[in-house]
Every structure is written in C-alpha cells, then in structure tokens.
T-cell receptor, first 113, second 115 residues
Framework: KAGVTQTPRYLIKTRGQQVTLSCSPI?????VSWYQQTPGQGLQFLFE???????NKGNFPGRFSGRQFSNSRSEMNVSTLELGDSALYLCASSLWVITDTQYFGPGTRLTVL | AQKVTQAQTEISVVEKEDVTLDCVYE???????LFWYKQPPSGELVFLIRRNSFDEQNEISGRYSWNFQKSTSSFNFTITASQVVDSAVYFC????????????FGDGTTLTVKP
C-alpha cells in the first residue's frame, strides 16, 4: 500500500503571498489531519478533515484553511503569508478518526522570505 | 486543556546502552490515546505505538518497551541495547476521544546514539 504523499516537498514564498499544499492519504483512510512543525512551537495540530468536513480545529488564525475532496485527498491553504509561517507542514491519515493510528507523510517544507 | 511534557530535551548514549525517554501528560478526560513517534533526520514521523487510557498493560516490541502508568500520568519508552539507527527525535502525543479530539505533542527528545 502506498503511504501518505505530500506535494510539493519544498516551497519558497514571499510575505503576503498565499500557498496551497496537497496531501493524498493512504488508500481507504478517511481522516486527514494537518500539523505545523517549527523549532520554536514544536508540532501543533492545525485541523482534521473527515468526509469533506472539518471535524476538529487547532488554535490557528483564519489565514489557515483546508478542505477535503470526495476521494479523501486534502489541501491546506495559507493566505497572506508571514515569516512565522515558515515550517514543516505534515499531513497524517488514519482510517476513521484521529484516535486511530495516524500515518504521516514526508511533509512540505515551506520557507517564507 | 491537555498537555504533554517530555522533560528530556536531548539524550546521548553509547551504542548498546539502554535508554528511557520520559513522557508525562495532563488531561481531565478519562478516555484518551497515547502515542509515540520517531522522527529521523528525513523528517517523516514514524508510528511506534498507540495505547488507550483503559489499557495499562506494558508492551514490548523487540528492543522497544513502553511503561504506561495512569497513577503518575506517564507513558515512558525504553530502548534496550540502543543502536546508531535509533538516533532520532522521539515524540510522545496525546489524543482525546471526543468530537473535539485533537492531538497534542510533546516537544520531543533528541536521542543520539554514538558508536
């Protein structure tokens, strides 16, 4: 079975731009979660999607949004990028719920200049 | 609010030594799940173990073992006879079993195993 894939792997943007990251979960997995990892804040939960609906959300500003498609693929969008948004963005998929075992993708390294 | 504390920021051992990584969690919920993940330099988080709050049995998987104690809110991870390939950042995480379930990660422990 193919693992979780994320594209692109690396991204460089400038302040004020917006960015869209993509995540394809393991086949059959319905829950997709997103995390931000930075040296200062560590790993922080962004949101979780299930059946095209956002089910849970972390403490991030509205500039961070996401969506899930009918095939469970998910995208996350960050608008009006700030320097502090530079991070590794990790996507994880699980079978049904976030408490199931989550399998992580390799991440997208976003650098904001 | 839930919290996970991994007090050991960095640990360095020599190959074949045993090492224990500590994890202490806080939550008012009675139903929750605890996880350990390994993050090698490549960056991808690798799942190691999942334990629910009602299962306090310790678990052993090869050189890895986990000690879950609800009385002290701890879920410690021991690597026996460490190897250089064990060098990585290890994260402990807590996920609540509610509709507002979200995962909270500790800050991680960087383990360096020297040959």
């Amino acid at each position: 079975k193919a693992g979780v894939t994320q594209t692109p792997r690396y991204l460089i943007k400038t302040r004020g731009q917006q960015v869209t990251l993509s995540c394809s979960p393991i086949s059959g997995h319905r829950s997709v979660s997103w995390y931000q990892q930075t040296p200062g804040q560590g790993l922080q939960f962004l949101f979780e999607y299930f059946s095209e609906t956002q089910r849970n959300k972390g403490n991030f500003p509205g500039r961070f949004s996401g969506r899930q498609f009918s095939n469970s693929r998910s995208e996350m969008n960050v608008s009006t990028l700030e320097l502090g948004d530079s991070a590794l963005y990790l996507c994880a998929s699980s079978l049904w719920v976030i408490t199931d075992t989550q399998y992580f993708g390799p991440g997208t390294r976003l650098t904001v200049l | 609010a839930q919290k996970v504390t991994q007090a050991q920021t960095e640990i360095s051992v020599v190959e074949k030594e045993d090492v224990t990584l500590d994890c202490v969690y806080e939550t008012r919920d009675t139903t929750y799940y605890l996880f350990w993940y390994k993050q090698p330099p490549s960056g991808e988080l690798v799942f190691l173990i999942r334990r629910n709050s009602f299962d306090e049995q310790n678990e052993i998987s090869g050189r890895y073992s986990w000690n879950f104690q609800k009385s002290t809110s701890s879920f410690n991870f021991t690597i026996t006879a460490s190897q250089v390939v064990d060098s990585a950042v290890y994260f402990c995480a807590l996920t609540l079993n509610t509709n507002a379930g979200k995962s909270t990660f500790g800050d991680g422990t960087t383990l360096t195993v020297k040959p």
